[in-house]
T-cell receptor, first 114, second 114 residues
């Protein structure tokens, strides 16, 4: 298995809802990442997990809450989002925490906040 | 500040021509660069990478050149095909004790005309 799988592919949520995005990889990668991508912009790093521990938080608002239950799974819990949070949320993984062997991206979850 | 950027936002070529996409970076300590292709509605797809101890690396129909003197890298696509139409990002990977950051440039939209 050489893929990063993200679910759901599309999500529409209200500003008072709570939802979660899920990311899964079975490549034995030890680092996992969440990126946010707005239309016609590059992906921007949100969080980094290294060996299942949160190692980097790029000053992301607390309405985004990451979780890494095990080495294969990464979740992003969403609560009280704003319409401007609508974006493509990408998950990625890398074999090592230094990223020396590249990064594999999932296809993303297209999130719309209404 | 540190940044990874591209010279041109759009590039239009004829099918069969060679394409060249450029990227400039500002952090002279950068030592690992990756080119990604992103098609509409999909996540970034790895194309080719290069480390700072190399000047050139070739793949299938793609070549990456790195000029450390002027902090510039380029992606060359030979015999461009309609399936090559996508947004291309250069990205810089920087590893640290707390994990690695993959920072993307702004992207170039490549359009291949039949």
């Amino acid at each position: 298995d050489t893929e990063v799988t993200q679910t759901p592919k599309h999500l529409v949520m209200g500003m008072t809802n709570k939802k979660s995005l899920k990311c899964e990889q079975h490549m034995g990668h030890r680092a996992m990442y969440w990126y946010k991508q707005k239309a016609k912009k590059p992906p921007e790093l949100m969080f980094v997990y290294s060996y299942e521990k949160l190692s980097i938080n790029e000053s992301v608002p607390s309405r985004f809450s990451p979780e890494c239950p095990n080495s294969s799974l990464l979740n992003l819990h969403l609560h009280a989002l704003q319409p401007e949070d609508s974006a493509l949320y990408l998950c990625a993984s890398s074999l090592t925490m230094t990223g020396d062997y590249g990064y594999t991206f999932g296809s993303g979850t297209r999130l719309t906040v209404v | 500040g540190e940044s990874v950027g591209l010279h041109l936002p759009t590039l239009s070529v004829q099918e069969g021509d060679n394409s060249i996409i450029n990227c400039a970076y500002s952090n002279s300590a950068s030592d690992y660069f990756i080119w990604y292709k992103q098609e509409s509605g999909k996540g970034p797809q790895f194309i080719i990478d290069i480390r700072s101890n190399m000047d050139k690396r070739q793949g299938q129909r793609v070549t990456v050149l790195l000029n450390k003197t002027v902090k510039h890298l380029s992606l060359q696509i030979a015999a461009t095909q309609p399936g090559d139409s996508a947004v291309y990002f250069c990205a810089e990977s920087r590893g640290g004790t707390s994990g690695s950051r993959l920072t993307f440039g702004e992207g170039t939209q490549l359009t291949v005309n039949p």
